[in-house]
């Protein structure tokens, strides 16, 4: 569907709308083309600098020279949920060869990289295509606002120095999901009396010390699969204490055949290869856990089996109720975790806290655990956008009532693509595609002349956005977008598919673009006769 009309306002949120707002808020900037006093005008306004955002830049360039941009990103640093996340062991829970980016090749020998040495990548990138000097550090977005006549956004920023006001022609959201801010932390009865040391995560303190002491990390994810091995090294001991058991595969941290690869060929061809081996081996792991959940099963319990040798600590503690891919698989590289475990360092207890004692954790068996100090693994928060709030023609947006097209556009809302990667693969390996087709998109936009894209559903959401039963995501899940029931409303879990469909899909289906001289005459018509001209 193509048509060249005024986009129609989004459903406004049921809290409040422009002209319902508290008097403790205040009113959203209106777009007026300019911004207000001072607000700088850039073509594309890409919000984050970690791994998404620096790959949105370099492709923007590559694909658009002439475009201008900046990044907006909150923090003080390049790196983003590489740079957040500091805790022992922090690494990647997916090969690099398709974590990193297609087009700057990974040349460190582990394919299973350390957090450190992900954020030193992503910032070589931005050094190596000049985009460090387009980044506006410590600038946190809260607000855009779209205004029609004008086909800009207003996005107020929040900094040290004050607030700050850009417009833009297209905003990109390079922010992931996660809230930096905060993350997931259940209240546990007694937790005041506990007189250990109580951590979380995401706030991990650089100077605690936990040598020769008794950890207990409550949770069993990706963060406590990790942190486990790492703490061990210098612990006492450390204990998992799960609610429930989660699915385990083990992965080579090294790969000797790349090693050939990259001795014989080309950095970038050996990448590529290396690309196409790993996306594929991917997608064929995942296609078999969804068609053929149990001999997945019996593949995990193998891998779990061959390590602990304890038939009866597996069938307890590292057999999932759900089915393979319900959730994300965590990735243990050569079998640390269960190294860990084995060698008496680490230990794993399946129960429900009953209540935090003084000195530990009393369980509702009755037993209770020693601990010196608590970590709380137990998720993190997820937030669309960044938390920042959307405002269309003065409209309030509720994201929850949104459609995603594409996965990385949403219905009603014009010239504003967001970031998704895949949830059972590598983050990088759809961000990319997302990368690229922005570029294509407004490539279009200019050759036709329009000012305006607006993607329209012609079918009603059916299911969530994060399509996993993770506790993280069905926490969050009413805040973020839907999905369609097909095509182009559709996210795929599938890079093949969507390599195709993003690369070379039809960019005006199901989608509403306008010039500005068709726009209705306004009180801003000056303004748009300007960016007309």
């Not at 049921?14 to 006093?37: H, K, M, R, Y």
């Not at 956004?153 to 390079?174: H, I, N, Q």
């Not at 329209?456 to 299911?463: E, F, G, I, L, S």
Request: with cysteine; aromatic share 10%; charged share 25%.
């Amino acid at each position: 569907m193509t048509s060249t009309q005024q986009p129609s306002t989004p459903k406004p949120s049921t809290q409040q709308s422009s002209s319902q707002q508290s008097s403790s808020q205040p009113p959203p900037t209106q777009a007026s083309g300019t911004g207000g006093p001072g607000a700088e005008h850039l073509d594309v306004l890409i919000v984050g600098a970690g791994l998404s955002g620096v790959g949105a830049a370099w492709r923007l360039q590559q694909e658009l020279p002439g475009k201008s941009y900046a990044i907006l990103e909150g923090r003080d640093n390049i790196g983003g949920t590489w740079d957040l996340f500091r805790y022992p062991g922090v690494r990647s829970d997916s090969d690099m060869f398709t974590l990193a980016y297609p087009f700057r090749p990974w040349r460190e020998r582990k394919s299973m990289a350390s957090g450190e040495s992900i954020r030193h990548y992503i910032s070589d990138t931005a050094d190596e295509g000049g985009i460090r000097p387009h980044i506006r550090f410590g600038t946190k977005v809260v607000r855009s606002s779209w205004d029609t006549a004008t086909a800009r956004w207003t996005v107020e920023t929040r900094t040290a120095d004050g607030p700050k006001t850009y417009t833009c022609s297209f905003l990109y959201m390079c922010s992931g999901y996660y809230n930096y801010d905060e993350g997931y932390q259940p209240e546990f009865e007694g937790r005041e009396d506990f007189t250990g040391q109580w951590v979380h995560p995401q706030f991990w303190p650089q100077d605690l010390d936990y040598a020769g002491k008794n950890v207990v990390v409550i949770g069993s994810g990706a963060t406590a699969v990790t942190l486990i091995p790492a703490m061990a090294e210098k612990a006492g001991h450390v204990t998992m204490l799960q609610r429930s058991p989660s699915y385990l595969t083990v992965l080579p941290s090294t790969d000797p055949s790349a090693d050939a690869l990259r001795k014989y060929l080309p950095a970038k061809l050996a990448h590529h290869l290396l690309r196409a081996q790993y996306v594929t081996l991917t997608q064929a792991f995942y296609q078999l856990a969804r068609r053929r959940p149990e001999r997945v099963k019996k593949i995990l319990r193998g891998l779990a089996l061959k390590f602990l040798k304890d038939e009866k600590a597996v069938d307890e503690h590292f057999t999932p109720s759900y089915e393979p891919w319900d959730q994300r698989l965590c990735v243990v590289p050569e079998g640390d975790f269960f190294t860990s475990i084995r060698h008496g360092k680490a230990s794993v207890v399946t129960d429900h806290i009953d209540r935090i004692t003084p000195t530990g954790i009393r369980l509702r068996s009755g037993e209770e655990i020693a601990a010196d100090v608590i970590v709380s693994a137990t998720g993190l928060t997820l937030q669309p956008l960044g938390g920042m709030e959307v405002f269309v023609d003065g409209a309030q947006v509720d994201l929850g009532d949104t459609v995603a097209y594409r996965g990385l556009m949403l219905s009603g809302i014009p010239n504003l693509a967001l970031c998704i990667g895949y949830v059972n693969a590598s983050w990088t390996l759809r961000a990319d595609l997302v990368s690229r087709y922005v570029p294509r998109l407004l490539a279009h936009m200019d050759r036709k002349g329009y000012a305006i894209a607006t993607p329209r559903p012609d079918q009603k959401p059916d299911r969530p956005l994060l399509d996993l039963k993770s506790g993280y995501v069905q926490r969050s899940v009413s805040k973020f977008p839907k999905q369609g029931e097909n095509d182009p409303w559709r996210l795929r879990q599938n890079f093949f598919l969507d390599a195709v469909g993003m690369n070379r899909g039809d960019l005006t289906r199901d989608m509403s673009f306008t010039r500005l001289v068709d726009l209705p005459r306004t009180s801003t018509e000056h303004g748009a006769k300007e960016l007309a001209s």
